[in-house]
């Protein structure tokens, strides 16, 4: 079945303990995506990724880091977080083309104590 | 810069009643265009999507959208509500083909009651 999958679905840490949310796509899409979602503010692009290796900012990029090793996987990193970044994760991607089209992951909620 | 508002972060209807959901775009340059629905815990699926050519899109469900330059709007539609439709919905906005930069709107949450 074609997906996007993200890991953890939930989690709940402190102030400063660096974690990982890892995401994987097996349409072979080239280009991978991670969105936070906040209430009243919609969307919001954190970093984004054309192709293995090439990553680049979004709109939201303060405090995150992101790498693209191999084509599937697009992990996001939060090496000190803060209570700011509480907030609802999606990992996304997209064939590319221009189509517009992203397929998204389930979502992975966050909670920074 | 483009943007995105969605007019109205909650709608309610009635079952069997329409389904207008309000957007509109800022962009200074053509605008490919989309809705995205969000079911409860689940990630954004795509609904319909304008890119060229007719301006009235069909999409999933039975929701259409019509594009109006003139008016900046992209407004979302369905003749009679199904209780299946609650969601949030969420407007979009690129640049022609350029699709690493969605804008999305706030989303609109849609109730539907018996």
């Known amino acids: 079945e074609a997906q996007v999958t993200q890991n953890p679905r939930y989690l709940i840490t402190v102030t400063g303990k660096k974690l990982t949310v890892t995401c994987s796509q097996n349409?072979?899409?080239?280009?991978m995506s991670w969105y936070r979602q906040d209430p009243g503010l919609g969307l919001r692009q954190i970093y984004y990724?054309?192709?293995?290796?090439?990553?680049d900012k979004g709109d939201v990029p303060e405090g995150y880091k992101v790498s693209r090793k191999e084509k599937r996987n697009f992990p996001l990193i939060l090496e000190s977080p803060s209570p700011n970044q509480t907030s609802l994760y999606f990992c996304?991607?997209?064939?590319?083309?221009?189509?517009?089209?992203?397929?998204f992951g389930e979502g992975s909620r966050l909670t920074v104590l | 810069a483009q943007s995105v508002t969605q007019l109205g972060s909650h709608v309610s209807v009635s079952e069997g009643a329409l389904v207008l959901l309000r957007c509109n775009y800022s962009?200074?340059?053509?605008?490919?265009l989309f809705w995205y629905v969000q079911y409860p815990n689940q990630g954004l699926q795509l609904l319909l999507k304008?890119?060229?050519?007719?301006?009235l899109v069909k999409g999933i469900n039975g929701f259409e959208a019509e594009f109006k330059k003139s008016e900046t709007s992209f407004h979302l539609t369905k003749p009679s509500a199904h209780m299946s439709d609650a969601a949030e919905y969420f407007c979009?906005?690129?640049?022609?083909?350029?699709?690493?930069?969605?804008?999305f709107g706030a989303g609109t949450r849609l109730a539907v009651h018996p």
């Open positions: 996304a991607s997209s064939p590319g083309g221009g189509t517009g089209e992203l397929f």
């Open positions: 349409m072979n899409h080239e280009y």
């Open positions: 990724s054309m192709n293995v290796e090439v990553t």
């Open positions: 962009s200074s340059v053509p605008p490919y």
């Open positions: 304008y890119t060229t050519g007719a301006t």
């Open positions: 979009a906005v690129t640049l022609t083909g350029g699709y690493n930069k969605l804008i």
